[in-house]
């Protein structure tokens, strides 16, 4: 298991609940979260390092 399989899971148990609130109060539902992840990895190249930074 890996972050895009516990968010595509996600997607399909709460696809309609909100996921993210950016910073800028912007809510993103599962769903959208999801579909915005798939487009960032579509251009993602392999073997290409990205970083997650998250709060403690």
């Known amino acids: 298991m890996n972050l895009g399989w516990w968010?595509?899971?996600?997607?399909?148990?709460?696809?309609?609940?909100?996921?993210?609130?950016?910073?800028?109060?912007?809510?993103?539902?599962?769903s959208e979260y999801n579909e915005l992840a798939n487009r960032i990895g579509n251009v993602l190249k392999f073997r290409d390092e990205i970083a997650l930074m998250t709060p403690h």
Not at 7 to 28: M, R
């Open 7 to 30: 968010l595509e899971s996600a997607t399909w148990n709460f696809g309609d609940k909100i996921a993210v609130i950016d910073h800028d109060k912007t809510k993103y539902t599962y």
